[in-house]
Nanobody, 124 residues
Framework: QVQLVETGGGMVQPGGSLRLSCAAS????????MGWFRQAPGKEREFVAA????????YYEDSLKGRFSISRDNAKNPVYLQMNSLVSEDTGVYYC?????????????????WGQGTQVIVSS
């Protein structure tokens, strides 16, 4: 059974940082591309970042480039999302997703497996 578990969410002040982690089990992790998506209250889920199965290629929502960074450690399993200079608009539930194949994607429908999400609240 495939399971993705996100951790690292919480409440942070504007300008702060958080690092999210996603641990995957039940799938050959190193052969899956991984992605992060988020959903703000009252809004649709949106793409945040993705990474290829080797970690050599990364993709970002244009507006998040420079503040967010995705990485993975295929030896230890998790995929990470480092979020810096957080603003209130970054508030939402962050989801980890797995896509069979080499390359990541910005399209949520291309991901077969999803975690339950971790809440991020940016507030003073």
């Amino acid at each position: 059974q495939v399971q993705l578990v996100e951790t690292g969410g919480g409440m942070v002040q504007p300008g702060g940082s958080l690092r999210l982690s996603c641990a995957a089990s039940g799938l050959p992790f190193s052969t899956f591309a991984m992605g992060w998506f988020r959903q703000a209250p009252g809004k649709e889920r949106e793409f945040v970042a993705a990474i290829s199965w080797t970690g050599g290629l990364t993709y970002y929502e244009d507006s998040l480039k420079g503040r967010f960074s995705i990485s993975r450690d295929n030896a230890k399993n998790p995929v990470y999302l480092q979020m810096n200079s957080l603003v209130s608009e970054d508030t939402g539930v962050y989801y980890c997703a797995a896509r069979a194949g080499r390359f990541g994607s910005k399209r949520s429908q291309e991901y077969a497996y999803w975690g339950q999400g971790t809440q991020v609240i940016v507030s003073s």
